[in-house]
Every structure is written in structure tokens, then in C-alpha cells.
């Protein structure tokens, strides 16, 4: 065999061993986003956008989207509602869903501008924290004031609660800020109260 046909025959071999090989390559065409992408998670909790129907509670929107209707105080965390038993049709409230609830692409915000919100409800905890603790650590200046027993008490059973916060005993600290919201409906901490709630809320259900 000459030696133009070894080259002849080699590169035949060559391009029949190479060519199963090209056939390998397989072109990806963009697949639909799984359910794991369609929420956003804040602080380990998938939020979704709600718009809010004539008829429609607080409790009812937790219980459809959470299974829980008492984990209704979470979702103070993710709006601006001044008032948990007035809500307006039409608006939009930002709800925790349970991690099984599938929530449309469409809907989502972009999870860079849910994980500042969520950031930003964490900031407020703190300072409400830092607000109540100045509040009980200022001595009485000036006139003395004489607080009421009940008054006293209150504050007792508020920082108790919230020592039970700061310790993670959810539970315990759950049922101490409802006594307190139940004896104390008009104390300047009851909102500060329902925050603590419904975060306590949002680490059970992470549970």
C-alpha cells in the first residue's frame, strides 16, 4: 500500500470514529420555570401578591394561602396595615403562602426587591425592640409620676413576652403577647405586640 493511500485510509477511520461523537451534542430549549422558582422566598417564607376581594378577612386569606387561619398576623409583617380588621377590595397585599402553593411567574416581583422588604420588616422588629427597651430603662425626670398597678403590670407581662421572644420560645412568647393584646387592646405597644406575634408565626410555620 502506498503511502498516499495509508493517509487516505486513516483519515476515512479517523472521520467514522469522530462522527458518533458529534451527534452527541444536543441543543436545550428554555423549559418552563419549576415550582420551586415560582415563589419568592423571604427569610425562608414564599410570598405572593393577593388582590383583595369584597367579602374577604385577614384569617380567610391566611387560611387559603397558608392553611392556617391564626397565622393571619404574619402577613402585618409583609404590608403597611394600620388597622388588621379594615381591608380594602382592589388593593394588593403581599401574603405568605405555604411551601407547597404553586404562585404564578406573573405575579411575582423580583425576588432582589421582596428580599429588601423583607430586610426592611426585620429593621423595623429591631427598632421597635430598641424603642421599647429605651421606654422601660428611662427613669421618671421631673414630676414624679405615679403609675397605676394596672399599668405596671402590663409592662411586666410585655417584657416578660418579650423575653420569651428573645429566648425563641415561640410558644411561650405567643401566648403571653395575646394576654397581653387581650388585657391591654389600647397599649401604645400593642402594635409593636402583633409584630412579635407574627414573627413567631413565620418561625413556627418554618418549623
Known amino acids: 500500500m502506498t503511502r498516499s493511500s495509508l493517509i487516505t485510509t486513516a483519515g476515512l477511520l479517523l472521520c467514522s470514529l469522530t462522527a458518533p461523537l458529534w451527534g452527541q451534542e444536543y441543543l ?10 415560582k415563589g ?15 367579602g374577604d378577612t385577614l384569617r380567610g386569606i391566611s387560611r387559603k394561602f397558608s392553611g392556617h387561619a391564626g397565622y393571619y398576623p404574619q402577613i402585618l409583617l ?11 377590595a382592589g388593593t394588593t397585599l403581599k401574603v405568605p403562602v405555604s411551601r407547597t402553593e404553586a404562585a404564578p411567574v406573573e405575579e411575582l416581583a423580583k425576588p432582589r426587591e421582596r428580599k429588601s422588604r423583607a430586610v426592611k420588616h426585620s ?14 430603662s428611662v427613669s421618671t425626670a421631673g414630676e414624679p409620676q405615679v403609675e397605676s398597678a394596672a399599668s405596671t403590670a ?6 416578660k413576652a418579650l423575653s420569651a421572644y428573645r429566648n425563641d420560645d415561640c410558644k411561650a412568647a405567643l401566648a403571653l403577647f395575646d394576654q397581653f393584646l387581650n388585657g391591654n387592646p389600647g397599649s401604645p405597644q400593642a402594635a409593636e405586640a402583633s409584630l412579635y406575634k407574627a414573627d413567631c408565626y413565620l418561625k413556627l410555620s418554618g418549623k
Open 154 to 159: 402590663a409592662w411586666l407581662l410585655f417584657d
Open 40 to 54: 419568592t422566598v423571604a427569610n425562608g417564607i414564599l410570598v405572593r401578591d393577593v388582590e383583595i376581594r369584597r
Open 28 to 37: 436545550y430549549a428554555p423549559q418552563p420555570a419549576g415550582s420551586f422558582e
Open 78 to 88: 409583609f404590608n403597611s396595615i394600620s388597622n388588621p380588621n379594615l381591608i380594602y
Open 123 to 136: 429593621t423595623k422588629i429591631q427598632k421597635n425592640h430598641t424603642t421599647a427597651s429605651k421606654a422601660l
